[in-house]
């Protein structure tokens, strides 16, 4: 009987990936694998272990999720051992929810190994908690992917006026109107915030700012990267720590 992994890859540093994950990436039959932060971790596999990439290019699915699905399920008719590889951690928009559903649907046994998430990772290796005593009581992960501008935005924007942390993903393409629209909301000119590109890995950089300015500060930066919007960013000033 063959068993799908929904595994998380963590966010780059290879030290960061599970022991679970570890261990079914050397007995895998097949990878299913996206972009990944860090492709040594496909150094690990048995020998005869294939590969299917249907990642992302530029922003771009190389393949429609309904059709990753399905890659999933007919490699799940032929192999003992599937794992879908994700960067960070399967559930944390990663689709992971997606996959397992069609699976339930086919009769497909599979199981979900979380991976350390990009967003909180990320801002430890750039020195910055995602909380701090004082600080900030909360933190929200929100998809950067919906332009703020969108009629009907299932983000509640206006919620963002307190000082709890906002780490945003895939949204280094809207950053300039993520920024525009909290000002718009009510943060300030001069409210910190931070873009951390390839986070853990030795290109790890860090750009800190405001919201006023991280725009001009953080262009041209490459992708993979986050936005963190917080008055903890200004912790990074004594917590950082990772220095290649
Ligand atoms: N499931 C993943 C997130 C998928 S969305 C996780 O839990 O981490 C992809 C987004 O994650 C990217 O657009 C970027 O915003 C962020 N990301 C992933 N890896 C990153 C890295 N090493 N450095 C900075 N941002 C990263």
Redesign the pocket.
């Known amino acids: 009987m063959s068993r799908v992994y929904l595994t ?1 890859a963590g ?2 540093d290879i030290e960061l990936l599970t022991m679970k994950a570890h261990r079914v990436i050397t007995e895998a039959d097949v990878i299913i694998y996206d972009r990944l ?1 860090n492709p040594e971790i496909l150094e690990m596999t048995k020998d005869g272990c294939e590969f299917v990439y249907v990642g992302k290019e530029d922003g771009r699915h190389t393949l429609p999720q309904e059709e990753i699905n399905e890659v999933i399920y007919q490699n799940a008719l032929k192999h003992n051992v599937v794992v879908r590889l ?5 559930f ?3 689709r992971g929810g997606e996959e397992g559903a069609y699976l339930h649907e086919r009769g497909v046994k599979f199981e979900i190994i979380p ?1 350390i ?3 909180v990772s ?1 801002p430890a290796y750039a020195g910055i908690p995602v909380t701090h005593r004082g600080i900030a009581v909360s933190f929200r992960v929100v998809t ?1 992917h919906e332009s703020p501008n969108k009629k009907e935005s299932q983000i509640a924007w206006e919620n963002f006026k307190t000082d709890d942390t906002i780490v945003f ?4 393409h809207n950053l300039s109107k993520i920024s525009s629209k909290l000002i718009e909301v009510g943060k300030p000119e001069d409210y910190p915030c931070a873009v ?6 030795k290109d790890q950089s860090v750009v800190v700012g405001t919201l006023g300015d991280i725009v001009q500060k953080a262009e041209g930066v490459p ?4 936005i963190i919007v917080g008055k903890v960013v200004t912790l990074r000033k004594q917590l950082d720590w990772f220095h290649h």
């Open positions: 998380g966010p780059g932060a994700k960067g960070g951690d399967p944390v928009f990663g991976g998430t990009s967003a990320v950067g993903l895939m949204g280094l951390i590109s390839r986070g853990t890995t992708t993979p990267a986050l």
